[in-house]
């Protein structure tokens, strides 16, 4: 691993309730089956995000969308390299 990147891997996950990207029901933002620190913790994510000007997308509880889009009908495609 380069050494510059090192320190991310001592900290440890966050309870979600799921892994990031699992597309199940169990990963709905408010799903009822998801409950105590994982629930605090997707609420917490949630209200953090809206206080900046985003949007969850209630079926992701990792996906924000920004409530003033500039550009709400483009589609990007970004080379990753």
């Not at 933002?29 to 953090?48: F, H, V, W």
Request: charged fraction near 20%; proline fraction near 9%.
């Amino acid at each position: 691993m380069l050494e510059q990147y090192s320190h991310r891997t001592t900290g440890r996950p966050v309870d979600m309730g799921t892994g990031f990207d699992c597309f199940s029901p169990l990963s709905h933002t408010l799903n009822p089956s998801i409950t105590g620190e994982a629930m605090a913790n997707r609420l917490l994510l949630k209200s953090s995000m809206s206080e900046q000007g985003f949007r969850n997308l209630s079926e992701e509880w990792w996906h924000d969308t920004p409530v003033d889009e500039p550009y709400p009908d483009t589609s990007f495609d970004v080379p990753v390299r």
